[in-house]
């Protein structure tokens, strides 16, 4: 997950590429899923994005950063962490998110 206070994505992005180097798979032979975690669940000294950013555009920069993280260029599943404190934040992370599917770097969403 790219939420640096509990998770090491860029671990899992090395360890992945290196298993499938070994192994002599593909990316297509690996599930890769991660999330958003929205600015309430990071940690304000080490968050991925900034947070006086639009809702949109930290969607889009936790994104980049993930795919660059897991070193790949695109996400078999990615989970919006939690809802925001508002319904209209929510839709607008969401429907940030859905972007993401409909360009094909993503090809499902969760919760």
């Not at 298993?19 to 297509?28: D, H, P």
């Not at 600015?39 to 936790?62: A, L």
């Not at 260029?73 to 990615?78: I, N, T, V």
């Not at 319904?87 to 094909?104: S, Y």
Request: charged share 20%; with cysteine; proline share 5%.
């Amino acid at each position: 997950a790219c939420q640096p206070k509990h998770y090491n994505e860029p671990g899992v992005g090395n360890g992945w590429t290196a298993a499938a180097q070994e192994l002599g798979l593909a990316r297509s032979d690996l599930w890769l899923q991660t999330k958003f975690t929205s600015y309430d669940g990071q940690d304000p000294n080490n968050c991925p994005y900034n947070p006086k950013d639009s809702i949109e555009t930290q969607v889009r920069t936790s994104l980049q950063t993930s795919l660059k993280n897991l070193h790949t260029d695109y996400l078999d599943s990615w989970v919006m962490h939690s809802p925001y404190r508002t319904m209209e934040d929510t839709l607008r992370a969401w429907k940030t998110m859905e972007e993401a599917v409909d360009a094909g770097v993503v090809r499902q969403l969760g919760m």
